[in-house]
């Protein structure tokens, strides 16, 4: 099927932006991140070992005071390649918790701590997937503002082979405990995320083309199948604003919007000219999305008209074919 085939209504975009908008803020925005994966290997010392894959992770400290520089470097650190790194979105003991999926297949849980004026990550908890398997993403279950503090807190995370692991987090050792880990995908399971206002419920997307949801309490069969995507499915997000809000991406190089209430049909669809790799919502203005696309640069759709039009449609459509039930 062409890329064009079956899509929904079109999103509102802008040109290519020109300031970049931060996908790795800290939990103030006073502490970007910066994460890399260079192309190139480190060999092992032995040869018949595989090759290492080499990465390095920045912290910064933001000035809004300097507009002539105002990132200051105060922490590098040499890691595996970083295939994803998420904050969390509230403390844990105390303290910013970044989570960081890399290419020796490890969720590693780093800690910010303060000291004379000046911050650095210091490690946390770590957790090994899989042997000779990459960490390709990873998302908290706090995303959703108003989170009741007695609430598990979990980590989704995907990995080379196609599988997803549901982690919880603990304050005491050993901080990181695997909970399960199922199949979902015939080729790299690109992206995980977690619907955040039923944390049991996760979403994957795989260089199968495949959108899927699953249930963690019963995670063996997917909830829904979805092959509305004509490529790899590498980008989801939940909103976190609104209930039964989600945006996928994928190298298809469309976005699609969706009601977690029907997903037989996407909402809306905006083409952006680059392979979706990641989706922000932004924190504060419920109807901006940010999108990283490749080549395509980065763009900030406006869903609002798209989210009022289709939802109007489908209550509408409700009130017609289901007079009894309640909207």
Sequence with gaps: MSPECGRGPSLGMTPRVKRPWDFRGGPSLSKPLCGSRPGRLRSAPDAEEPQVRVGRLYLYSLSEDSSACPLTEIQRRDTAAILDMKW????????????????GGSIELLRLVGSENTYTLQPFASFALEKQCLALSLDWSTGKAG?????????????????LHLLKVTEAGPGLQGVATWQAHHFEAWIAAFNYWQTEIVYSGGDDGLLKGWDTRTPNTSIFSSKRHSMGVCSIQSSPHREDLLATGSYDEHILLWD????????ADTAV??????????PFHRHLLLAACMHGGLRILNCEKAIVRTWIRVLLSGVWSCPNTIY
Excluded: E, Y
Aim: net charge positive.
């Design 88 to 103: 969390c979105h509230i403390r844990v003991a105390g303290h910013a918790l970044l989570g960081v999926a890399d290419a």
């Design 273 to 282: 000219q680059g392979g979706v790799w990641r989706l922000r919502w932004h």
């Design 260 to 267: 977690t209430r029907n997903m037989r049909q996407p909402l």
């Design 147 to 163: 989170r009741a503090c007695d609430q598990p807190l979990k980590v989704i995370s995907s990995d080379s082979r196609g599988q």
